[in-house]
Structure formats: structure tokens, C-alpha cells
């Protein structure tokens, strides 16, 4: 498996084969949730890799990160972050959407959710 994506090299992301793990306990919220990630490396101090929830519902405290959706579908609720009211968006290939830090969230994927994530390293 690809764990570093070298300059020049093409990768068919949702090709790739993830290992996936239950969601904790803590943040399960219904199914039985699971994720898998890989770290493909770190470009100008910004880490990009690609991570997968299958269905059900978790809850998270999130990193800031830019990611986009390359493959199934869900909803990411948000709770009131800064100035912003707590509000819902649906997912799906194509979807483009920033994390803030420290944003609580509650994920609810119906098809097996695929994104790449760009979030600052170290």
C-alpha cells in the first residue's frame, strides 16, 4: 500500500485499500461505525491523506482541515462554532468543506464516505 505520495506519482484514491477500525466507544452513535486512514506525507507543512468512515454515526472534536469527498455519501452536523449557528451539511462526491479546531461534529454516513483531507502538520 502507498503511504507516501512522491511528486510525479498518481494515485486512484478510491482505489485504495484502507484497514478499518471500530469508532471508540465514546464517540459511536449509533451502527457500529468504523474508520480507516492513510497519510500519503507532508507538502509545505500540510499534511494530505485519506480517510473512511463506513455507515452509522460518530461524534468528533475536530483538527483544521480542507477535505474533499471522493466517494458515498452522509451529513456532517455541526454544533454553534464562533459566530457560526449550528447547521448541517450533506455530503457526496465533489463536496469541498472546511474544519475548524475544536469544531464538534456528529457524523451520520449512509454509503461508505471517502474524502481527502489537507490539514496543517506537526
Same mark, same amino acid.
Given at each position: 500500500m502507498i503511504t507516501t505520495l512522491n511528486a510525479g506519482q498518481a494515485l486512484r484514491v478510491n482505489r485504495l485499500e484502507l484497514e478499518h477500525e471500530p469508532v471508540p466507544a465514546d464517540q459511536a452513535g449509533g451502527g457500529d461505525p %468504523?474508520?480507516? %486512514?492513510?497519510?500519503?506525507g507532508v507538502i509545505s507543512g500540510v499534511e494530505l491523506g485519506v480517510w473512511e468512515m463506513g455507515t452509522g454515526t460518530m461524534y468528533d472534536v475536530e483538527a483544521e482541515e480542507i477535505f474533499v469527498v471522493t466517494?458515498?455519501?452522509?451529513t456532517v452536523v455541526?454544533?454553534?462554532y464562533g459566530n457560526m449557528p449550528a447547521h448541517s451539511a450533506d455530503l457526496e462526491?465533489?463536496?469541498?468543506?472546511?474544519?475548524?479546531?475544536?469544531?464538534?461534529t456528529a457524523w451520520t454516513v449512509t454509503e461508505p464516505l471517502r474524502k481527502v483531507y489537507f490539514t496543517p502538520a506537526g
Open positions: %468504523t474508520t480507516a %486512514t492513510v497519510d500519503l466517494a458515498g455519501r452522509g455541526i454544533e454553534a462526491p465533489g463536496t469541498i468543506m472546511r474544519l475548524g479546531a475544536g469544531m464538534k
